[in-house]
């Protein structure tokens, strides 16, 4: 998945799950806890930082469940030990903002899903259509990191990447219509403007 439908897709998701539990107004109003919303929207595409290793895409740590299950983690540990709301909250939205990274990237290109505890990649296909078999569904082939490399892209994939210009546009105009309307009050029509006008 590209990195415009990332940040702009899984931000609105995350945002509307925020307000559907009941939290939202933790990142609404002061500039300050605006801010608090910043990192999450960065934890949309921080897994993709890898793509500056060579050959190291999606095969290193940064697309492994473990890093969603820390942040996860985290938020129970400072949940249970009465820390202020915000912060468990932050921590739980990072950790879902990286596992819809995760399930965003179910296109076929391998993950090291499983790491530091298992060395192999998962490619998994949720749609897969080949010219011999037609259309296959929730299709997994697993292998070694350098099998992926060495016959596995070429003969899973579509070598040649193709950039849908719809998707990430559809996703900025959720983005804009959800977080620009509910999170900035400079938006026109912002719902924020109120809250902001009220606080001193």
């Known amino acids: ?3 415009f439908t990332h940040l702009f897709l899984e931000s ?3 945002w ?3 307000g559907f539990t009941g939290v939202q107004e933790l990142f609404k109003g002061k500039s300050v806890r ?5 990192p999450v929207m960065f934890a949309a595409i921080a897994p993709d930082f890898d793509v500056f290793i060579p050959n190291g895409h999606r095969l290193f740590p940064t697309h492994s469940l473990v890093f969603p299950a820390i942040f996860a983690l985290v938020g129970l540990v400072l949940w249970a030990t009465r820390r202020p709301k915000i912060t468990y909250v932050l921590s739980w939205a990072i950790g879902l903002q990286w596992l819809l990274h995760l399930l965003l990237d179910l296109d076929g290109y391998a993950m090291g899903l499983f790491w530091p505890f298992s060395p192999l990649v998962y490619s998994i296909f949720l749609v897969r259509r ?10 997994v082939f697993v292998m070694s990191p350098q099998d992926w490399l060495n016959w596995g ?6 070598p040649v990447w193709t950039f849908e210009l719809g998707v990430p546009l559809l996703s900025l105009a959720l983005f804009l219509l959800t977080i620009g309307r509910d999170f900035w009050p400079w938006w026109p029509c912002g719902r924020n403007k109120e809250i902001s006008s009220g606080e001193t």
């Open 1 to 3: 998945m590209d990195t």
């Open 12 to 14: 609105t998701v995350v």
């Open 16 to 18: 509307f799950l925020l």
């Open 34 to 38: 605006q801010l608090a919303f910043w």
């Open 130 to 139: 080949t010219p011999t078999e037609g259309f296959r569904f929730l299709q």
């Open 153 to 158: 892209r070429a003969a899973l994939t579509n």
